[in-house]
Each structure stands twice: as structure tokens, then as C-alpha cells.
């Protein structure tokens, strides 16, 4: 699989219809109310199940409750992938202010010391393992939208293990380090933006943040067809 190639393909995906990526914007404008939150991801698994179905244009903004309900199961699948890390890092933020709560009541530098060395340790797990079920957690988002939003197949691990095989492990996580890669060189440009009043504003929210996010859901359906190929 040609990685540079499959990037490249992603990021001209959403400038094919401007009019949707802001639409998209806007969902995400608004998404503290919650639904649009849900509409959000089911419409970026609108995207991954196109891409995958070897669709090249953006899918439309229609059949609405449909959307609803696939929001809603990415995030089941999300929140399913997550929580041993979210639990991890909770843990280390937990434990770095008790042991803060510590040296201020006591003085005591011991404790705190000791709970800080723990602390860091848990954090830096809680880093690699969100790292690690972000990648199964990719596939398995994948593999559901493959099987056109049948939520048991985001939880068929032998099934997924087998797709992650003929994409390779190799090209899965340079693919993996590229989106993150990706992903870094938006938050800088982001960064710069943000100082920009208004316009950086909805230049950040509206255009940059779900092209990223179309980008990203463009990127894993090539890959995860490119396991096909292999076959």
C-alpha cells in the first residue's frame, strides 16, 4: 500500500464539496447540544462506509435519524476502546492531586514525591495504551461500517485481527504515525489561527476541524480496502 498516496487522496477528499465540509462545521459548532454531536460521527461513518464501498464524492446531509444512530454506535464503540485508558489516565490525574492536597495539608515532600513518580508512571501507560487501542479501535470502526453499521462487527476481534494481517502491521502503523503527523501539523496551524479574532475563530471550527476529521474518516476507509487488495 502506498501510504503517500493513500494521504494524498484523503486530503483532496473533502475539497471536492467545500458547501458540506462547513455544513460539517457547523454540526460541530454546535455540538454541546449534544445531537448534533451524534450527527457528527454518523455522518463521518457515512464517509468511512462510502470510502470503503469505493465511493468518491462526499455523501449527502439526508436520512437524518440514520446518521443519529450510527453516531450513537461509534460512540458505544468508542467509549468501549477508551475506557481502560480514560480509567489509567483519571488515575494518574487522581493521584497527582491528592499527593498535591498532601504537601499542602502536611509539608510531608515524601509522600507527594512517591505519589508524583507513581503518577507519571500511570500516565505515560495510560499514553501507550491509548495508543494501542486507538489502532484496534480504527479497525474495529472499519470493520462496522464494512458490515454497513452491524455494531457486533466492531467487536469481532479475530475477524479484525485477520483484516489488520492482510493490511500489514507494518503499513498500519506508519499509516497510524502519519495521521498523527497529520493531526500535529493541523494543531500548529490551529495555534496560529487562534490569535486571529473571529476569522481564525471560524476558520478553525468550521473549516480546518472537520476537514481534518473527513480527512482522517477518508484515510482509514482507503486502508482498510487496501486489505482486500492484499488479498
Known amino acids: 500500500m502506498d501510504i503517500g498516496y493513500l494521504t494524498s487522496d484523503a486530503a483532496k477528499y473533502p475539497s471536492n464539496d467545500w458547501k458540506k465540509v462547513i455544513i460539517l462545521g457547523i454540526l460541530f459548532l454546535i455540538s454541546f447540544l449534544i445531537i448534533p454531536a451524534f450527527l457528527c460521527m454518523g455522518y463521518l461513518f457515512r464517509v468511512l462506509k462510502w470510502s470503503i464501498a469505493g465511493v468518491d464524492e462526499l455523501p449527502d446531509f439526508d436520512e437524518w435519524k440514520t446518521m443519529l444512530i450510527d453516531g450513537f454506535k461509534v460512540f458505544v464503540v468508542q467509549l468501549f476502546y477508551f475506557i481502560i485508558p480514560f480509567v489509567i489516565l483519571f488515575l494518574s490525574i487522581w493521584a497527582s492531586i491528592g499527593s498535591l492536597l498532601t504537601l499542602q495539608s502536611t509539608g510531608d515532600v515524601t509522600v507527594p514525591t512517591t505519589v508524583f513518580s507513581l503518577m507519571g508512571g500511570l500516565f505515560f501507560l495510560g499514553l501507550v495504551v491509548a495508543a494501542v487501542f486507538g489502532v484496534f479501535f480504527t479497525i474495529a470502526l472499519a470493520n462496522m461500517a464494512y458490515y454497513d453499521g ?43 489561527l487562534i490569535f486571529i479574532p473571529i476569522l481564525g475563530w471560524a476558520l478553525i471550527i468550521l473549516i480546518m476541524y472537520p476537514y481534518l476529521y473527513l480527512l482522517y474518516a477518508r484515510a482509514l476507509g482507503l486502508l482498510f480496502v487496501s486489505g482486500f487488495e492484499n488479498q
Not at 485481527?161 to 498523527?180: A, C, F, H, P, Q
Open 150 to 192: 452491524e455494531l457486533a462487527a466492531a467487536f469481532r476481534f479475530r475477524e479484525m485481527l485477520d483484516r489488520i494481517s492482510t493490511i500489514g502491521w507494518v503499513d498500519l502503523i506508519i499509516w497510524y504515525v502519519m495521521m498523527i503527523i497529520v493531526g500535529i501539523i493541523f494543531g500548529v496551524i490551529a495555534s496560529i
